[in-house]
């Protein structure tokens, strides 16, 4: 039988883990980037609170004395490697999600015809900041060109 703490912190752990399952549900149905991207930081929030759990699981196990039984001390150890496993798969789909994101951002960046493998073009996730706004400065300076060529041929009319 395990202790009243124990019980409780592997209940939040299990609250914890439903709610990072639901809301990877939700994020694949999330279409907009920048919605995705806060869904993402609130389920790195519950992560975050969900490894300080597992620790103070951990803690609560060294803590309670079960170390003279030896049955019960190996499978609340196992509980906790099993709740660490299933910590470790969101973290990987975290990652997955994230790397997809960072990938439509560095789409943004790219006009038609470019980031084909053949040319030479730099990636936004590759690119420091100062690239990026250099980038960024470089494509409105082409759009006003755009915009002027526009209006000379508007004003001949």
């Not at 991207?37 to 759990?53: A, F, G, I, S, V």
């Not at 943004?108 to 250099?134: C, K, R, V, Y």
Request: negative net charge.
């Amino acid at each position: 039988m395990m202790s009243e703490e124990l019980t409780e912190i592997e209940g939040q752990i299990s609250d914890y883990f439903r709610a990072l399952s639901n809301g990877f549900q939700k994020l694949e149905k999330i279409k907009d980037a920048n919605r995705q991207n806060r869904q993402l930081e609130e389920l790195t929030d519950k992560m975050r609170e969900c490894k300080r759990l597992i620790k103070e699981f951990d803690r609560a196990i060294k803590d309670s004395g079960y170390k003279n039984d030896p049955d019960m001390s190996k499978k609340l150890n196992e509980k906790k490697q099993s709740m660490i496993k299933e910590l470790n798969s969101y973290v990987a789909l975290k990652k997955q999600y994230t790397s997809t994101l960072e990938n439509k951002r560095a789409d943004i960046f790219e006009g038609p015809g470019e980031g084909l493998p053949e040319d030479n073009a730099m990636h936004a996730s590759e690119m420091t900041n100062q690239q990026l706004i250099d980038h960024g400065h470089q494509m409105m300076d082409e759009t006003d060109q755009a915009i002027d060529r526009a209006k000379k041929v508007c004003i001949r009319k």
